[in-house]
């Protein structure tokens, strides 16, 4: 059975009451680890786990109170974290409610824990007085309603399992490497500002060069004539071997290939990006594990635009030239040095 009609994708006009495949976020909004503590045996990010406090329990056990009430809802994966819950559910078949509105019950159900907690630190706090009264007294809890965001391609079910599965792994190999995951504004690759994600010292390396395949090598290889293509491509990972660092922002199928190869063969990467790096910002599965590796430098031109879905030709065009500007501008300053 193909996955459409095994998940019964959203589709517009269904108001959200139809069947549909659903990521659900609820968030700590003072990030404070109030929900579970992150495990990190022999500090080795793979054997990471979060062991969840009692708050964190009731944010869990009120999923399957859900799940009671809407039998129509299964819970595909969940995942809690010492700030924030991610889970992804199916609703099976469609329902007289609302999706937002049974997510909106779930998070009037966890705000009353939040309540709890809430009143059970401010007695705690209260009964420590100084001679200006008490000391303090906490913040609510959850005052942000949950994410909800429907799934509505085919491949984004196995990507999201995946990495709401994958969450305390990412969470481990952030704090062991913090410098690779914070963003970093101000970078000047010759006259150009880039804001970054990643190693930055990859810009320090000798030799660079651009992964760019023209459209008349696939025009041509559309056409029966792929020898053109497939030596361009086999060129960057023989360039990479040799120790240049590719630069691109890797945007078509045959450019994502080639990247997919440099990433698999462990060899550094600069990817340009479309869009800016939002608060939190980390990057997907492989892209992930080489940042933490130390081999993956993310660099964009651009602020963080929410919403953004799609990269104009005109944004295409334009990170190619920089890719370009890039290679040229370090290459020379590695001249110059000799």
């Given at each position: 059975m193909e996955e459409r009609e095994q998940w019964h994708w959203q589709e517009e006009g269904t108001a959200w009451r139809g069947?549909?495949?659903?990521?659900?976020?609820?968030?700590?909004?003072?990030?404070?680890?109030l929900l579970g503590t992150l495990v990190?045996?022999?500090?080795?990010?793979?054997?990471?786990?979060?062991?969840?406090?009692?708050?964190?329990?009731?944010?869990?056990?009120?999923?399957?109170?859900?799940?009671?009430?809407?039998?129509?809802?299964?819970?595909?994966?969940?995942?809690?974290?010492?700030?924030?819950?991610?889970?992804?559910?199916?609703?099976?078949?469609?329902?007289?409610?609302?999706?937002?509105?049974?997510?909106?019950?779930?998070?009037q159900g966890v705000k009353k824990h939040g309540r709890a907690y809430t009143l059970s630190v401010a007695s705690e706090l209260n009964s420590e007085t100084t001679n200006e009264g008490p000391v303090g007294?906490?913040?609510?809890?959850?005052?942000?309603?949950?994410?909800?965001?429907?799934?509505?391609?085919?491949?984004?079910?196995?990507?999201?399992?995946?990495?709401?599965?994958?969450?305390?792994?990412?969470?481990?190999?952030?704090?062991?490497?913090?410098?690779?995951?914070?963003?970093q504004?101000?970078?000047?690759?010759?006259?150009?500002?880039?804001?970054?994600?990643?190693?930055?010292?990859?810009?320090?390396?000798?030799?660079?060069?651009?992964?760019?395949?023209?459209?008349?090598?696939?025009?041509?290889?559309?056409?029966g004539d792929d020898q053109q293509l497939r030596n361009y491509m086999n060129s960057r990972v023989f360039m990479a071997r040799k120790g240049v660092v590719q630069v691109s922002p890797f945007i078509s199928p045959q450019e994502k290939r080639v990247m997919?190869?440099?990433?698999?063969?462990?060899?550094?990467?600069?990817?340009?990006?479309?869009?800016?790096?939002?608060e939190y910002y980390k990057p997907s599965d492989a892209l992930f594990q080489a940042c933490a590796a130390g081999r993956l430098l993310i660099l964009s031109p651009w602020l963080y635009e929410e919403g953004k879905r799609h990269i104009s030709r005109a944004e295409c065009v334009a990170l190619n030239t920089m890719a370009d500007e890039i290679c040229q501008s370090l290459n020379a300053v590695e001249t110059t040095q000799l």
């Open positions: 069947a549909g495949v659903y990521h659900v976020t609820l968030t700590v909004p003072s990030r404070e680890p990190l045996p022999e500090n080795d990010p793979s054997q990471a786990r979060v062991e969840r406090t009692p708050l964190g329990n009731a944010v869990v056990n009120e999923l399957y109170v859900m799940c009671n009430h809407y039998p129509e809802i299964r819970i595909l994966q969940f995942c809690l974290m010492p700030d924030h819950l991610h889970a992804v559910i199916h609703v099976t078949r469609a329902m007289e409610t609302s999706i937002r509105s049974v997510v909106r019950g779930y998070w007294y906490p913040f609510p809890v959850f005052t942000e309603r949950p994410f909800i965001r429907p799934l509505s391609r085919r491949r984004q079910l196995h990507t999201m399992i995946h990495y709401v599965k994958m969450n305390p792994q990412r969470l481990a190999a952030k704090r062991l490497k913090p410098g690779f995951f914070r963003v504004n101000g970078i000047y690759i010759g006259s150009r500002r880039y804001d970054a994600v990643g190693n930055v010292a990859l810009l320090m390396q000798q030799r660079f060069d651009t992964v760019h395949v023209r459209s008349t090598m696939v025009k041509a290889a559309e056409h997919q190869v440099l990433l698999q063969e462990g060899h550094p990467v600069i990817l340009l990006a479309d869009n800016g790096f939002r």
